[in-house]
């Protein structure tokens, strides 16, 4: 049997800037951390030569090709292995339309556990490639490519996205204080609205190619991920909440349905009560809220916003890793 936990990710800046119909043009850049929120995956050898895969749903198949979950069919086609296992998986919160990048967190996490069920060690670049190449390539999901990276390395990332296709995940250094106060000042509301990413991103994608006022207002957001990383790295965190707010009023203007009524209205309550940026986490519709804030100001805000749940975590250091194995 084996376990792989993989973490879940927080973006913070330049988003979007990971999808094709952008860094075909121009280099994207994204800055994300992952936090301490998994998805696990156990793996483990059938007594018979059938494939079960229990999610919320179980199916037990006699072939991959009769597997109904794309993500577990293509990564056994991926690693190789065809017959006599079992896949089951496990999130620490709600696993879609939540903005924390769980689908490519699943993926690398499989990917992972099954390699090592195989008993074979693969890179984080390897992992983050693969998971790529599933989701985008053979899967045609129009996503982005900073959730496979972010999810396979771990830690706080300036993630550049190159025309050539490959990509630079580079850890943003600071000084542990910083990281500390970084993470003390950010604060984390479940909306309790899901949403399909994927709509978003294909819209976010089409206006990409066709409309230039679009391809403009992404290369500003990718241009906040040079000034974050910059105050990041000489340990300035007085301008992080307004590089965050600013990089999600460009963001809304994108298309619709990144932002509404209801999201707005939240937002500028939390404005009003002490926060100095913020913005919805991952495409955009709903899931999580994510919140800049002096932790002295935290009862207030909480206070005006009662029907958000408030969701505690940490930085993760790490990305995918292998946490169980035993031999059967």
């Known amino acids: 049997m084996i376990i792989s936990r993989t973490p879940l990710r927080i973006s913070f800046v330049g988003g979007g800037s990971d999808i094709q119909s952008y860094y075909r043009l121009n280099t994207g850049a994204v800055i994300s951390t992952a936090i301490n929120k998994?998805?696990?995956?156990?793996?483990?050898?059938?007594?018979?030569?059938?494939?079960?895969?229990?999610?919320?749903?179980?199916?037990?198949?006699?072939?991959?090709?009769?597997?109904?979950?794309?993500l577990i069919r293509e990564c056994l086609k991926m690693t190789e292995i065809d017959s006599g296992i079992e896949v089951t998986s496990m999130s620490d919160i709600p696993s879609e339309g939540t903005g924390l990048g769980s689908s490519s967190s699943y993926t690398v996490g499989l990917l992972n556990a099954l390699y090592a069920y195989k008993g074979r060690h693969v890179s984080a670049e390897q992992l983050a490639q693969e998971a790529c190449k599933i989701e985008i390539d053979i899967l045609k999901s129009p996503i982005g490519k900073q959730d496979q990276y972010i999810a396979a390395y771990?830690?706080?990332?300036?993630?550049?996205?190159?025309?050539?296709?490959?990509?630079?995940?580079?850890?943003?250094?600071?000084s542990s204080e910083t990281k500390s106060k970084l993470e003390n000042n950010?604060?984390?509301?479940?909306?309790?609205?899901?949403?399909?990413?994927?709509?978003?991103?294909?819209?976010?994608?089409?206006?990409?190619?066709?409309?230039?006022?679009?391809?403009?207002?992404?290369?500003?957001?990718?241009?906040l991920t040079k000034k974050m990383r910059i105050d990041l790295n000489e340990n300035k965190l007085d301008k992080i909440g307004e590089v965050i707010e600013e990089n999600w009023l460009l963001?809304?203007?994108?298309?619709?349905?990144?932002?509404?009524?209801?999201?707005?209205?939240?937002?500028?309550?939390?404005?009003?009560?002490?926060?100095?940026?913020?913005?919805?986490?991952?495409?955009?519709?709903?899931?999580?809220?994510?919140?800049?804030?002096?932790?002295?100001?935290?009862?207030?805000?909480?206070?005006?916003?009662?029907?958000?749940?408030?969701?505690?975590?940490?930085?993760?250091?790490?990305g995918s890793k292998i946490i169980f194995v035993e031999k059967t």
Not at 154 to 174: K, L, M
């Open 38 to 70: 998994y998805i696990y995956i156990t793996v483990n050898k059938k007594f018979d030569n059938k494939i079960r895969a229990s999610y919320s749903k179980t199916e037990i198949v006699d072939s991959i090709d009769q597997v109904q979950h794309p």
């Open 186 to 223: 950010m604060l984390i509301l479940y909306t309790g609205l899901t949403r399909s990413a994927y709509t978003i991103l294909s819209k976010q994608g089409s206006s990409m190619k066709t409309n230039k006022k679009a391809l403009a207002t992404m290369t500003q957001m990718v241009e």
């Open 154 to 174: 771990g830690g706080i990332q300036h993630i550049q996205f190159n025309p050539d296709e490959s990509v630079y995940a580079d850890p943003i250094i600071c």
């Open 251 to 318: 963001k809304k203007t994108l298309t619709e349905n990144i932002s509404s009524q209801q999201i707005d209205l939240w937002y500028h309550t939390a404005k009003n009560h002490g926060a100095t940026g913020g913005k919805i986490l991952g495409a955009g519709g709903g899931g999580f809220l994510l919140l800049y804030a002096d932790p002295k100001d935290y009862a207030r805000i909480l206070e005006s916003l009662p029907e958000l749940v408030p969701m505690s975590f940490k930085f993760e250091p790490q």
